[in-house]
């Protein structure tokens, strides 16, 4: 009978675990997409080159960026699969 009191325990224990686990990672996927997400903003935001060279942006800087862009938001959505 105390075996089974103490696999009960035990069960409950790694419930608790389980579900410590899950909240940590839950946490650290949230603050990955809200990092993406800020990336994504400032990378589109208008009038975000030095002053005087607005609107010239070089189109090997700007294969970069779209590279970038594209690589993240993959990222993004692999993320996206496993919540």
């Given at each position: ?45 208008k ?13 090997s800087?700007?294969?970069k ?19």
């Amino acid at each position: 009978m105390s075996s089974t009191l103490q696999h009960w325990k035990q069960t409950g224990r790694l419930c608790v675990h389980k579900q410590n686990n899950n909240v940590m990672i839950l946490n650290v996927l949230i603050l990955f997409i809200k990092a993406v997400n800020k990336l994504a903003e400032i990378m589109n935001r208008k009038g975000a080159a030095p002053h005087g060279q607005r609107g010239k942006v070089s189109e090997s800087d700007m294969r970069k960026k779209e590279k970038e862009c594209r690589k993240l938001e993959q990222e993004l959505k692999q993320v996206r699969i496993y919540l």
